[in-house]
C-alpha cells in the first residue's frame, strides 16, 4: 500500500479514509482507549476530513496509545506525516493526513475541549460503546 500513499496535499479516495479511520478506532481500542470520539471537520477545514479524539488514563497510557496509532498506520501503508507531544505526553497528535489523531490525559481533553470546538457546524459521531 505504500506506493497508494498521496501527497499531504492530496486527499485519500473515501473507501480509504474510511479504512484509516477503522484502523486508528481498532489500535485504540486494542490498548482500552477511553471515550474514542470521531469527528468530520471537512466542511470546516482543508487541513484534514476526520480527527480522532480519545483519552488515556496516565501519560504512559497516552504515549502508548498513540505509539500503536502510529505503528499499525505505517504497517497499513499509512505512515504518519508527523508526531508531536511525545515528550510530556499529555496530548499526543498523530497527523495521518487526511485524519487526525489527538490522544490525550482526560484533564487535557477536558481543558481543550476539542468535541466542543471542532463540533460547531460539523457532524460528530461516538463511537458505539
Same mark, same amino acid.
Not at 483519552?55 to 504518519?80: C, E, I, M, W, Y
Given at each position: 500500500?505504500? *506506493?497508494?500513499?498521496?501527497? @499531504?496535499?492530496?486527499? !485519500?479516495?473515501?473507501?480509504?479514509?474510511? &479504512?484509516?479511520?477503522?484502523l486508528v478506532t481498532k489500535?485504540?481500542?486494542?490498548?482500552?482507549?477511553?471515550?474514542?470520539?470521531?469527528?468530520?471537520? *471537512?466542511?470546516?477545514?482543508?487541513?484534514?476530513?476526520?480527527?480522532?479524539?480519545?483519552? =488515556?488514563?496516565?501519560?504512559?497510557?497516552?504515549?502508548?496509545?498513540?505509539?500503536?496509532?502510529?505503528?499499525? &498506520?505505517?504497517?497499513? =501503508?499509512?505512515?504518519? !506525516? =508527523?508526531?508531536?507531544?511525545?515528550? &510530556? *505526553?499529555?496530548?499526543?497528535?498523530?497527523?495521518? =493526513?487526511?485524519?487526525?489523531?489527538?490522544?490525550?490525559?482526560?484533564?487535557?481533553?477536558?481543558?481543550? &475541549?476539542?468535541?466542543?470546538?471542532?463540533?460547531?457546524?460539523? *457532524?460528530?459521531?461516538?463511537? @458505539?460503546?
Open positions: 500500500m505504500d *506506493s497508494e500513499r498521496k501527497k @499531504p496535499s492530496e486527499k !485519500l479516495p473515501d473507501s480509504s479514509v474510511e &479504512a484509516l479511520l477503522e489500535a485504540l481500542e486494542d490498548l482500552k482507549g477511553v471515550d474514542i470520539r470521531l469527528l468530520d471537520v *471537512s466542511d470546516m477545514t482543508t487541513i484534514t476530513d476526520r480527527m480522532v479524539i480519545a483519552s =488515556g488514563t496516565s501519560t504512559r497510557h497516552v504515549k502508548a496509545l498513540a505509539d500503536n496509532v502510529t505503528l499499525k &498506520a505505517k504497517q497499513a =501503508g499509512f505512515p504518519p !506525516l =508527523g508526531v508531536e507531544g511525545e515528550q &510530556a *505526553s499529555e496530548w499526543v497528535l498523530v497527523d495521518l =493526513g487526511d485524519v487526525v489523531v489527538h490522544v490525550m490525559t482526560p484533564a487535557t481533553r477536558e481543558f481543550y &475541549a476539542l468535541e466542543k470546538l471542532w463540533s460547531v457546524g460539523g *457532524s460528530d459521531h461516538a463511537d @458505539p460503546e
